[in-house]
């Protein structure tokens, strides 16, 4: 492998987040320069491969969340967080506008130590 592609894969990083609606958190994501891609899913339940109809039963314990490979010569993770923080409300519990229900609740996913502290850091009054 190049040096040039080593340097390239070494800057993309990966963020995991919970925010209420997933297609509303990748709309957001999509338009932010350094983002690569956004993918919508579930994460945290019991279930392997769930859909719609049954996570909204709120029996798997899933939350809808994005998937954000972002490049962070371009955007840190503490930036993403920040429009996280900014565009939806996680003092509410399971809700987020009109959108009700356990998978609907706010949750970052963390991809290793730096950004448990630098989520930990941002959320503390």
């Not at 609606?21 to 320069?33: I, M």
């Amino acid at each position: 492998m190049g040096d040039e592609l080593r340097a390239t894969l070494a800057e993309k990083e990966v963020a995991i987040l919970a925010g209420g609606c997933f297609l509303c958190l990748e709309a957001v994501y999509d338009q932010v320069e350094g983002v690569e891609s956004v993918e919508s899913g579930y994460i945290g339940g019991n279930l392997d491969h769930p859909t719609y109809e049954v996570v909204c039963r709120e029996q798997t314990g899933h939350a809808e969340a994005v998937r954000i490979t972002f490049d962070s010569r371009v955007i840190t993770y503490k930036e993403l967080l920040e429009i996280f923080f900014a565009v939806h409300d996680p003092t509410i519990p399971n809700r987020q506008g009109n959108d009700k229900g356990t998978q609907y609740r706010s949750a970052i996913f963390f991809c290793g130590a730096t950004q448990l502290h630098t989520a930990e850091t941002l959320s503390k009054p």
